[in-house]
DNA sequence: GTGAAAGCGCTAACAC
DNA sequence: GTGTTAGCGCTTTCAC
C-alpha cells in the first residue's frame, strides 16, 4: 500500500501511484468522465479507491468547477414547526437534484443574515435560500449575493427584481375567518399576529379585515406579539383580562396557535365553544394539539419545488410567485374532533385503528 | 474601476490591481496578517474591496489551508422538537468558536447517513457531530471520517474508540418513574418507548424498570413505536384498548409524550387523575402542551458546549460524557398546573403577567 | 513593508 | 485509452 502524504489526506494522486495510473484516469474513474477508461483500468482505481479509502476533496472540485453543488439556507427561527418543515421539504427538494443544504440561522437579526450571506456566497454556494427575511429591500444597497441566484421564501409579496416565494396569506386569512363566521356563527373574531417584516399591513390582517368587512362585522381586537408559542400565549392573556372579549379567534400561525391553547386552557375557557381558533400554517405539529388546529396549509412541498427550479434557472423572470393555502379543518375551530390522519398512514401490526375520519380539506 | 474576469467572481487579484499592491497584500490584510503592512497601503485595499464588492472565496481558502471552519452536524430527525433545540444549541456553540454548521438530516437511514458522513468529510469539515446515530459501530469496519473529529451525541452509552454524550437517562427515567410513584401514588406505570437503536436495553427501560423494582412493583405494559407524535399517539391508542390499563405512563420522549397526550384527551381520559404522564427531554415545547409536560431534561447546552470542545481537541482521552437530566415538574403528572416560565421572560410592554410561579426543577 | 511564486486537490483541455 | 499540464483562488515562505 503507498504511503500517503504526511497531511494524513489521501489524494488523487496517491490513487494514481497505488493503481500505477495517471491522476486524469482517477478523475475519469470518479466522475465517471469527460473521457472513457477500460473496464480493467476502471477496477485497478476502484481497488486502489477502497484500499486507501479515498474521498475526494469536494472543495478543490468546487474550485475548479466553480459550482459546490450546496445551496445556502438562511432562517430566521429553527424553533418555528412552520420553519422546520418548510427547512425539510427545501432539503428534500435539493437532494432530489443532487444539492446538498447549508444552514444557517439569523434569530431574525438583519446583520447576522447579512453576515450570512456574505459567508455562504463565500462558500460558493450555487444559489441561497432566505426564508422570512428581515433584509430591507427598499435601499436599493447591491446585495453581495447578487452574482448568486437566490429566492426569498415566505415573502408576503413580490420584492423588486427578486424571486420570491409565498402564501396567498390574505385569502388563506379571509377563509379562515369566514369559517369562524360562516360555520361557528362567530360574532366577533379577535386576531393575534407577530410583528411585521417587510409588508405592513400583514396580508393575514388584511384577509380578518375583508372577512369581517364583508359581513358588516366591525374589526376586532388585534394583539400582535412573537411569532412564537410565547407570543401566542402572551397575546391571548391580554385578550383573556380585556373586558371585550372576542368570542373567536383568528391566529397567524401556528406557532402561536400553541402558544394560545395553552392560555386558554388555563383560563378554562372552552375552546370549542366560547372561542373557536383558526389558525395559519397548516403544520403536522398542528394535529397532535388539544384541540388540533383548523388551520390554513401552506403547501411547503410544492413551495419548496418551485424554489428550487428558480434557482436552478436563474434567467427565468423575476417576480411573486403566490401559492393558494387551504383550509385543514380539525378541531379547534368547534367542528368534530378529528383524530390525527398521519398516524394512520403508517401501518402498525400489533393494533390497527381503522376506526379514524380523514380530515376534511376545503 | 478594473474590470473583472469574465467569470463574474471578483477576486483578490482584481483587488490587488485595484489597489496597486500584490495579491500578497491583499491576503495580509483580509487576514490581518501575517505579515504587517502599512496603514495608508491597508487603507487602499479595503477601499478596492469595497468598490469592488470583493468576497473571498472561503473554498479556496480551505483548501490551501486544509481548514474550513465547519463543522458538519447530521441529525436524525428535524422535526423531533429535542433535536431540534440540541441542534439548534450545537449551532450557537460553534458560532460562539468561530464555525459554521453544514446540516444534513439521515432520515434514520444507516446508508444516508454513511453517505452524509462521507460527503461532509470530503467537504473538509473540521469536525463532525452525528445526533442519534444509527451507525452500527460494532462491526469494526473503518469509518471514512476516521481523520476528522468526531462526537456521537444523543447515545445511549460509551462506544469503543469514540467520543460520545449522552444523557444519563437510566437514572432519569428512575427519577420520573419514582416521582409518578411516590409524589402521585401510581400503583402500575406503563413505558411507551422507540424503538432501539445501539443500546439494548434502552437505558429509559433499565430506569423504569429500576424504579418499580425498587419499590416491589412488577413491569408494567411495555409498548414500542416510532420516535414521533404519530408513534406516541399509537402507543397510548394500543394501550387503551387493552385491558390491564396502566395508572401511569412513562414516555421515553416529549416528541412521543405530544402524541400520547392527543390520544388521551381523544379517549377521554383526565390525564392529571387517571393517566398521569411524566416524559423525557425537558423540550420547551412541552411547556406549552396541555396539561404541559413533566419532563427529564437534557441539558442541551452543557452538551453542545462539550461537544465543541471535544471537537477542538481532538487528542482528548476517548469516552462518554453523562449528563445528569433534572426532573422539569410540570403538569401532566398530576402535579397543579405551572404557566410557562419562558413566557414571562420577555417583557411585554402591555400587559404583564406577574402572578407565574417559577416551574419547579428537581 | 512588499512582492514573486509555489502549491493545496482537483478537472479538463490537449497531446500522444 | 491514457498521460501531461494549466489553473481554479487562496496563503505563506522567502527574497528583496
Redesign the interface.
Known sequence: MAASKG???VTRADVAREAGVSTAVVSYVVNNGPRPVAGETAERVRAAMTAL?Y??????R??KR?R?Q?LGLVVVD??N?FF??L??AL?QAAAERGH??????SHGDPDIEDQLV??L????VDGLLLVSSFRRHDHGA?F?SD?TPTVFLDSPGPLPGRHTIGPDAAAGARTAVQHLIGVHGRASVGLVIGPGRVATPDPRETGWRRALAEVGIPAGRLVV??WS??GG??AV??LI?DDDQPDGLFISSDVQA??A??AL??AGVDIARECPIVSFDGT??G????P?LTSARQPVTEMARTALELIERPQLAVGHHSFAVELLVRDSCGCP?H??V??S??A?P??S?PDERPENVI
Open positions: 497531511s494524513g489526506q479509502h474521498q475526494p476533496n469536494l472543495n478543490a468546487a474550485l466553480g459546490s450546496t429553527s424553533l414547526p422546520t418543515e427547512s425539510l432539503e446538498r443544504m447549508l444552514v444557517a440561522e456574505r459567508e456566497t463565500g462558500r460558493q447591491p453581495s452574482s406579539d412573537d408559542n410565547a400565549y402572551r392573556r391580554r383580562n400553541v402558544g391553547l395553552r386552557h388555563e403536522r405539529a394535529s397532535y394539539t388539544w388540533a374532533v383524530p390525527p398521519e398516524a398512514a403508517v402498525q400489533s393494533t385503528t
